[in-house]
């Protein structure tokens, strides 16, 4: 359904939002960071928009302990420490998102996505003060 719904909405954030979380769920883990990544880009707003539904904030719950395992195993993983980011963040854990872009920055991710997240992150906390 999620990849439907790219095709036919090529630049809304929130189909590639759902299909990073389904196909992460899938062990798809490129598919899973590539369309976080172009969600970031095209419409970062829309990690704001993920339902609060009790279902499928235990899914992603799920996939953030997959990420969250990896990018201990490997603290390197520039690719886990972005999606630890993005899903703390869709969970409404900023402080541990920030934390998490701000590893993968240091640790070499350069894609302006992190860079976005990182921004979106900051300005939260500092509204939240």
Known sequence: MFSELIYALPYEGA???????????????SAAVDAMRRALIDEPEALQWVT?????REQILILLDVYADRAREDFGDIDALFMVAALRYVVDEPADAYFAIGAAIRA?????????????IARDLEEGF
């Open 108 to 120: 070499g991710d350069e894609d302006d996505s992190a860079q976005v997240l990182r921004s979106m």
């Open 15 to 29: 189909p590639r939002i759902g299909y990073a979380i389904t196909t992460g769920l899938m062990d798809r883990d």
């Open 52 to 56: 609060d539904d009790p279902l499928v």
